[in-house]
């Protein structure tokens, strides 16, 4: 009997491999800059390490992975939203990231709740000859619940980049900030395939490895792709380390470097520093001087 269960497992481990690459460069980047992890860095390792895996049995396998599409989609928006929090938390967009806050958590809740009693008992979700009831049918509950989450992922790409135009930087920095922001578009694409395919989805089909491989192929590209749009935005010291460019870091790491660096101390880092910013968002160019920049302008630089 034809399959594609093959072609599953590639979707999976292709996107895998990427949304990881992205994950670790991003706590790579956090290091360049000298900072501390942030709550927005730990929510998306978290949300990462809720991506879903194979099983053979494609039943059982739709179960578990609604749990993990749940977790995985849930966290990868509460991380996204948390960064621009983290930003943003300040700015004339504030109220729209506490709503959208509310909004992942309600639909992170409606699904717990509706995975919880799909089937009564659950068991025969994946076990048909078990005596019980199934009342809510999965094609309509996958498409329900998409159909929501594209719109607050419609949202979360669209919200940063009224506010990156009022942003003090130029506008090759603006381009390039706002591309990286605007890699949630790829995971509107997936949720679209995803809505498709959900509402073609017939459970009843004989090869069900086939009919329902499309929709196993989206929900697991769709999340792997939000872990890495949503590392993608805080890549941009490493971004200027391929360009060859300075990483600025933290005012108070520089005087470290300086202090470890003075006679009887040992250097805690290799690289130079000749940029910094203050806690106040003042940045020196030990060549041009010091200039001002917002909190947001300093994160996204």
Not at 196 to 215: C, E, H, R, V, Y
Not at 246 to 264: C, K, M, Q, R, W
């Amino acid at each position: 009997m034809a399959s594609r269960q093959p072609s599953v497992w590639a979707t999976f481990l292709v996107t895998y491999t990427v949304a990881l690459i992205a994950l670790l460069l991003r706590l790579v980047a956090r290091w360049l800059k000298g900072v501390r992890l942030s709550y927005d860095d730990y929510i998306a390792s978290a949300a990462f390490l809720s991506t879903s895996t194979i099983y053979t049995d494609y039943f059982l396998l739709l179960w578990i992975d609604s749990w993990f599409y749940t977790t995985g989609i849930g966290l990868s928006k509460v991380a996204a939203l948390a960064f621009y929090w983290r930003i943003f938390g300040q700015s004339n967009i504030r109220l729209s990231i506490q709503i959208l806050f509310a909004f992942a958590a309600l639909w992170m809740m409606a699904r717990v709740v509706v995975i919880s009693l799909e089937c009564i008992p659950i068991q025969k979700f994946w076990d048909q000859s078990i005596d019980g009831v199934c009342p809510i049918k999965t094609g309509y509950f996958f498409f329900g619940s998409t159909f929501p989450h594209l719109l607050m992922e419609i949202a979360i790409v669209v919200l940063p980049l009224v506010q990156i135009r009022q942003l003090n930087l130029t506008i090759a920095q603006k381009i390039t900030v706002a591309g990286m922001f605007m890699s949630g578009i790829i995971v509107c694409a997936a949720s679209i395939v995803q809505l498709i395919a959900a509402f073609k989805l017939d459970t009843k089909s004989s090869n069900l490895w086939w009919t329902g491989a499309p929709q196993l192929m989206a929900a697991v590209a769709e999340v792997n792709l939000a872990h890495f749009s949503t590392s993608l935005p805080n890549l941009r010291p490493i971004l200027d380390v391929l360009m060859g460019k300075e990483v600025p870091i933290a005012v108070s790491n520089l005087y470290s470097l300086h202090a470890h660096s003075a006679p009887g101390h040992t250097r805690t880092r290799s690289r130079k520093a000749s940029k910094a910013y203050t806690t106040d968002g003042e940045y020196f160019d030990m060549a041009t001087g010091p200039k001002k920049y917002t909190r947001s302008e300093e994160e996204l630089l």
